[in-house]
């Protein structure tokens, strides 16, 4: 017997890219991405593999779009308004402003601050005339009135203080009876249950083609960039948004997507 994680799975997700090496000698993280110490970011290149890189660290990437496209399609009518913070390469915008005749009868609009990242999306809607890629800071992006907003896999990337402050300009913006749909990396309870958690978090990433290499070096340069809270401390942090009606509609080990309605 070895110590080693043994699997038999075949990657669920097959890599359709990989970037050349980029930079020797900086550590790998998966899908020929290079990151040090603390210094993760969604610039540059990252794009190219962003979808494949995203699928093999996050359990729930797909099913969490489902799920925000079928919220959606209750809050937002034809001619309604809804955003993605944080869009990337418009994965997820592409589904919301396509997901029922009356998501294709509404305008989205997609905001993320990287221009590698807002170009990709604005190539990947570009035969949607009711979408709307923007280059911009959430954190100081002033909303319009709207029924829905979907934020998934973002605000983790905020300062805590900051999250803050934009679940409640999200709250402001909305209409009342609109929604948002907020999800994240979450902490486990206690201590114990973060270690289990975090365990077969890296067994999943072992199935899904990292290797434990780049699993610990992407630990590494996550470091004070992506800072999970607990999922008691995200309800409070929606009512202390102002959200009245709150509950966790979607869970996978340590993500966990909740829908807040104002
Ligand atoms: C994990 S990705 C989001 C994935 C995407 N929502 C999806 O479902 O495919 C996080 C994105 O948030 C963006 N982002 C992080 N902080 C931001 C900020 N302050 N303003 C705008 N975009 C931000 C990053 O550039 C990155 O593209």
């Not at 550590?27 to 093999?56: L, N, Q």
């Not at 959606?72 to 809804?82: A, E, I, T």
Request: glycine share 8%; charged share 20%.
């Amino acid at each position: 017997m070895t110590g080693e994680l043994v699997s038999t799975d075949t990657a669920p997700y097959p890599s359709r890219s990989a970037l050349p090496a980029q930079a020797p000698g900086r550590p790998p993280v998966g899908d020929g991405i290079a990151a040090d110490t603390g210094s993760w970011t969604f610039a540059g290149e990252v794009s190219k593999v962003f979808v494949d890189h995203v699928r093999h660290s996050v359990p729930l990437y797909e099913q969490a779009h489902v799920i925000a496209c079928d919220l959606s399609s209750c809050f937002v009518g034809p001619m309604g308004l809804g955003y993605e913070l944080g869009s990337s390469t418009g994965q997820l915008l592409r589904q919301l402003a396509t997901h029922s005749e009356a998501n294709a009868a509404a305008r989205w609009i997609g905001i993320d601050r990287e221009p590698s990242m807002t170009a990709a999306a604005i190539q990947h809607c570009r035969d949607l005339d009711n979408v709307e890629c923007i280059q911009a800071d959430i954190t100081g992006y002033p909303l319009d009135t709207c029924d829905f907003v979907a934020a998934h896999l973002t605000l983790q990337f905020l300062p805590i203080d900051a999250r803050a402050r934009v679940a409640r300009r999200v709250h402001d913006a909305l209409r009342p009876g609109g929604a948002f749909f907020m999800c994240d990396k979450v902490l486990a309870p206690d201590a114990r249950l973060e270690d289990l958690i975090t365990t077969l978090h890296y067994r999943w990433k072992r199935r899904s083609g990292l290797s434990p290499e780049e699993i610990l070096n992407k630990k590494e340069s996550l470091l004070g960039v992506l800072q999970p809270i607990t999922t008691s401390d995200n309800l409070a942090m929606l009512s202390q948004a102002g959200f009245t009606s709150i509950v966790s509609v979607v869970k996978n080990l340590c993500f966990e997507g909740f829908i807040a309605v104002k």
